[in-house]
């Protein structure tokens, strides 16, 4: 089985920034789609990113150009970089990979924006 594990988050104030990883291990190939999702107390999951194995990346508009999507192959770790964040940024954020074997979820990583 393929072990996702995210690290990062924390709490932060409005208009801070921080930077999650997720690092993928036990696959013997790399992923064709790596995606981050969040969510809020009593709110569904949402998409927030994803790139794919060409390097193509995908925004929800929410992010407002503030977030930045990458990954390292060589590594089989996906970043997301988040700046000028806000209250509404607040959840619970986990990463997603697609194998050749499979769709894995990591254990999700707690992002708090406040004052």
């Known amino acids: 089985q393929v072990r996702l594990v995210e690290s990062g988050g924390g709490l932060v104030q409005p208009g801070g920034s921080l930077r999650l990883s997720c690092a993928a291990s036990g696959s013997t190939n790399s992923p064709s789609l790596m995606s981050w999702y969040r969510q809020a107390p009593e709110k569904q999951r949402e998409l927030v990113a994803s790139?794919?194995?060409?390097?193509?990346?995908n925004y929800a508009f929410s992010t407002k150009g503030r977030f930045t999507i990458s990954r390292d192959d060589a590594k089989n770790t996906m970043y997301l970089q988040m700046n000028s964040l806000e209250p509404e940024d607040t959840a619970v954020y986990y990463c997603r990979a697609i194998f050749l074997r499979g769709a894995y979820w990591g254990q999700g990583t707690q992002v708090t924006v406040s004052l």
């Open positions: 790139i794919t194995a060409a390097g193509d990346r």
